[in-house]
């Protein structure tokens, strides 16, 4: 049987967990905003995608690797799954402010999974690939479901 303080620890030490997770999605919450938020138009707003994927100041190894935990960490701890699905929330939002819901998830996906191809591909992205690519899912929005957020 475990001693209580061990379970008083393990609490603790969860809790700290959650809220350092807590404040990473915050951080780049705020970042992911500032940065689109800053578009006055559609081609500025896929601009702003391009360098959240491909720029240095987003998702960068640091960064993915505390991402990378928190992903792990909140399959096993129900306010850090939270934390996870508010920042998921929080990203639809801000390119909310330029596209269409059915766009939004797509470059949602693009933002947050090509940054993890990058931390482990020996090459770097080809940012004109990736424009390429923004771009066209932006000229898809009238063949995309335009589903919830």
């Known amino acids: 049987m475990a001693r209580p303080g061990r379970k008083n620890r393990a609490n603790a030490a ?21 940065t689109v938020a800053s578009a006055g138009s559609t081609a500025e707003a896929e601009a702003a995608v391009v360098e959240l994927i491909c720029g240095p ?10 991402i990378f935990e928190m992903y792990a ?10 934390t996870t699905r508010s920042w998921l ?3 639809r939002e801000s390119l909310a402010l330029h596209f269409t819901p059915g766009v939004t998830r797509a ?12 931390r482990f591909d020996a090459a770097p992205l080809n940012r004109q690939l990736v424009a390429g ?8 929005a009238p063949h995309l479901p ?4």
């Open 14 to 34: 969860g809790a700290a967990l959650a809220l350092a997770f807590a404040r990473l999605a915050d951080t780049m919450s705020q970042l992911y905003r500032r």
């Open 57 to 66: 100041a987003y998702a960068t190894d640091r960064d993915m690797t505390l």
């Open 73 to 82: 960490y909140a399959n096993h701890n129900t306010a850090v799954a939270a």
């Open 89 to 91: 929330a929080r990203s």
């Open 107 to 118: 470059l949602d996906a693009l933002i947050e999974g090509w940054p993890m191809h990058r």
């Open 133 to 140: 690519v923004v771009h066209a899912v932006v000229d898809a």
């Open 146 to 149: 335009d589903e919830q957020l």
